[in-house]
């Protein structure tokens, strides 16, 4: 059992009210003081001491044959070390924790670095500590208006407190994906058609608060959702019924409202099959961009604020349609930065690969990087968060 205060569940919130600020934290925000207190920092770890092994429930007859053996492994272990040596050291990354449960009892995780498991009464469990996301494939959700809309959802986790992560749930990745599941759910129930359509990033940033509020005292943090409308399955009542298609992600389109916005829906469902023919006829007769005229833009708006603000070096390695590979890098860590072909001088930050039209769509804005990567577009050798930073970038190319 553990004592009263090693495990306190994060207190609660209005998720309407309030908001974790920060959810993107660097490196350097562990250590600040008082963001412990936040409880997002997966430094933060519960206080789970030696002295906790001392629980009364036992007595102190358990308690010291407990102490007992560890000693005795410990004796053992040092006794024949050179060969021991190869059982029981682990070596633990710096994005990665081990918990280990001795003699049953949970301890405080280990790592980064060597660390030393004792053989028969250690179990121990490796903790990843980096971004990773998931999809939730469209699924049918009935709106408040009476229409049925197919709606999934793209969402990037972490986990902060790796202890907490292995003893409040025994399938962590399983257990989000319901909770996450079920969330999307029951939050657009109460929604309307145009509210889904036209508030999908403030959506998002509610479904995420949401979330959060069940996951984290799993040691589980939400950093962000992006809900994927589908297709209308079923007009809202009093609408016409049709085969309507819900718009995709426009830059500009969420701010339009009102008739604005029904004339640019009404618009898009009409005149689709006529932009499907135009768009071949313009594929046809005018030349597609190329990756060095995408090297060149990306030259022009190349700054020092912009460095400032991403400070990461990118590899591509990118495939044409042909079957040949190529290199290029996009250098912001220092100076005004650099784009060019080849690879970099040095190690990148982040090394991305990907097909070259993905990389033509996602540099013009057809393609996010997050909806790339969680679709298994994408293809990141690094941190992702570190990778969507790319998104700066890509917003002054469309300026």
């Known amino acids: 059992m553990f004592g009263s205060k090693s495990y306190q569940l994060l207190p609660q919130s209005n998720p309407r009210t309030s908001r974790t600020p920060g959810l993107f934290v660097s490196g350097d925000s562990f250590s600040q003081p008082g963001y412990l207190s936040k409880g997002l920092s997966f430094d933060y770890i519960p ?12 007595g102190w007859l358990s308690w010291i044959c407990n102490q007992i053996v560890i000693f005795l492994v410990h004796i053992c272990t040092f006794i024949t070390f050179p060969i021991t040596g190869w059982f029981v050291l682990k070596t633990v990354p710096n994005y990665q924790r081990i918990v280990v449960f001795r003699l049953g009892r949970v301890c405080p995780p280990k790592g980064p670095g060597t660390v030393l498991l004792l053989p028969l009464i250690d179990q121990w469990q490796r903790v990843d500590l980096r971004t990773r ?3 939730i494939p469209p699924s049918q959700v009935n709106t408040m208006d009476g229409g049925l809309l197919s709606v ?5 986790f972490r986990i902060w407190n790796p202890v907490l992560s292995v003893v409040s749930v025994q399938d962590i990745n399983v257990s989000t994906r319901i909770t996450a599941q079920n969330a999307l759910t029951h939050s657009l129930t109460k929604k309307t058609i145009r509210e889904i359509q036209t508030e999908r ?3 998002g940033e509610y479904l995420g608060m949401d979330i959060n509020e069940m996951t984290r005292p799993w040691g589980l943090e939400i950093d962000r959702v992006e809900i994927t409308p589908g297709s209308l399955l079923k007009a809202p009542e009093g609408a016409p019924s049709g085969p309507v298609m819900v718009p995709p992600s426009v830059p500009g389109m969420e701010g339009l409202a009102g008739p604005l916005q029904q004339l640019a829906m009404h618009f898009i ?3 689709s099959q006529q932009q499907e023919s135009s768009v071949t006829f313009i594929d046809e007769q005018t030349p597609q961009t190329s990756v060095e005229e995408l090297l060149h833009k990306v030259d022009r708006v190349l700054s020092e604020a912009l460095v400032n603000q991403v400070g990461a070096c990118f590899q591509f390695d990118i495939s044409s349609e042909d079957g040949q590979h190529h290199s290029y890098y996009v250098d912001l860590s220092q100076g005004c930065g650099a784009a060019g072909e080849g690879p970099l001088c040095g190690e990148p930050d982040v090394t991305l690969t990907m097909c070259e039209d993905d990389l033509l769509a996602m540099f013009q804005g057809r393609l996010g990087p997050f909806a790339a990567y969680s679709r298994g577009r994408l293809q990141i050798q ?3 968060r570190t990778a969507m930073k790319l998104e700066e970038l890509i917003k002054l190319l469309q300026e």
């Open 133 to 135: 996301a998931f999809n």
């Open 47 to 58: 206080n789970v001491s030696e002295n906790d092994f001392s629980d009364s429930s036992q």
């Open 382 to 384: 690094g941190d992702v």
């Open 201 to 203: 990033v403030k959506l």
């Open 152 to 156: 999934g959802a793209d969402i990037q």
């Open 269 to 271: 469902s009409n005149s």
